[in-house]
């Protein structure tokens, strides 16, 4: 008969399940996060063939502010896939992920306080208060700097239960940045709509696999319809001003 201890798989590679995320994994992840800044470097002094951009300043806000936002859309896709997959272990990389949403959401903020503003405040602030678009994408930015400063262990210890309730402001975060990208770009709105989509499919399995998360949208409320309603009565009242 054979014993528990032989019936258990070997470890692939020879590492155990921690290790290979520590050592594979997590590095190729970080390595894969980066390779959308080298294709920006590569198109922007036009290495390897790329052909450089006409308006570089747009070229960098655009793909800055787009891989932001891939970034958040992976972010939140770690939870399904690790269910419906069985990958429990996945959880250890939605982290990083996070953290590389926060990186390019600031390169792109960047981009425009150096290049399209020429950090010049006070034309920032007159941006902030008369564009909704720039309203919008630069409160999503803000949002998302406590959720990158308590993204350490320690911090986890340190605020316990609120830390969850503090990183569910990723939903809030994505629907503004979709908002953002959506008002950018004015005249061809296809591919915002498309990340709207997908956003609402995401939204849609958090909310049978968990109604409460509804909450987050519209507070003491659990019915996806009262936070819909209230996202719809904000963009209804905004609406009324066309971006800029």
């Known amino acids: 008969m054979t014993s528990p201890a032989a019936a258990r798989p070997k470890p692939f590679l020879g590492l155990t399940v921690e290790r290979r995320y520590r ?22 002094f036009g290495w390897l063939g790329f052909t450089p951009p006409v308006d570089v300043v747009k070229f960098l806000e655009l793909r800055c502010g787009k891989t932001a936002l891939n970034f958040i859309m992976l972010t939140l896709m770690v939870t399904p896939v690790r269910q419906l997959a069985r990958l429990p272990n996945l959880l250890r990389l939605r982290r990083m992920l996070g953290l590389f ?5 600031t390169l792109h903020f960047t981009v425009y306080l150096l ?3 020429d950090l010049d405040w006070h034309q920032v602030a007159a941006d902030i208060l008369k564009r909704p678009y720039i309203t919008i994408g630069f409160t999503a930015l803000v949002l998302l700097i406590p959720l990158a400063l308590t993204s350490t262990n320690r911090m986890m210890r340190r605020l316990g239960r609120r830390w969850s309730r503090l990183h569910r402001l990723v939903y809030l975060i994505a629907v503004l940045g979709v908002w953002h990208f959506y008002w950018q770009e004015k005249i061809d709105v296809r591919e915002p709509l ?3 989509g997908l956003l609402l499919v ?3 399995y958090r ?9 987050v949208l519209a507070p003491g409320s659990t019915r996806p319809a009262a936070a819909v309603r209230r996202l719809a009565r904000v963009a209804a009242s905004s609406a009324l001003r066309p971006p800029v």
């Open 23 to 44: 050592l594979i994994y997590k590095p190729v992840v970080f390595l894969a996060s980066l390779m959308p800044l080298a294709w920006m470097a590569c198109s922007l």
């Open 101 to 105: 949403a926060f990186f390019y959401a």
């Open 115 to 117: 290049l399209d503003v």
């Open 194 to 196: 498309v990340y709207a």
């Open 202 to 204: 995401l939204f849609g």
């Open 207 to 215: 909310w049978v696999r968990s109604p409460n998360m509804w909450a």
